[in-house]
């Protein structure tokens, strides 16, 4: 696998999932929830399931 397109696939979805929850981490007033935690939690399991589809796509081409 080229360097380029292992920086595209998982290092940079994994960045942005390591950004999204260090984001999610730092919103204060847990206790009542508000748009903004409903937004962070939406980009943070879009930034998951992208970085699992990258994975499982590795492996069945690896197979």
Same mark, same amino acid.
């Given at each position: 696998m080229?360097?380029k397109?292992?920086?595209?696939?998982?290092i940079?979805?994994?960045?942005?999932?390591?950004l999204?929850i260090?984001?999610? $981490?730092?919103?204060?007033?847990t206790e009542?929830?508000?748009?903004?935690?409903?937004v962070?939690l939406?980009a943070?399991?879009?930034?998951?399931?992208?970085?699992?589809k990258?994975?499982? $796509?590795?492996?069945?081409e690896?197979?």
């Amino acid at each position: 696998m080229d360097k380029k397109i292992r920086f595209k696939k998982f290092i940079l979805p994994g960045f942005i999932v390591v950004l999204l929850i260090v984001n999610y $981490s730092r919103l204060t007033g847990t206790e009542n929830i508000r748009p903004i935690h409903i937004v962070s939690l939406i980009a943070l399991g879009m930034g998951i399931g992208i970085l699992l589809k990258n994975i499982v $796509s590795y492996f069945q081409e690896k197979s």
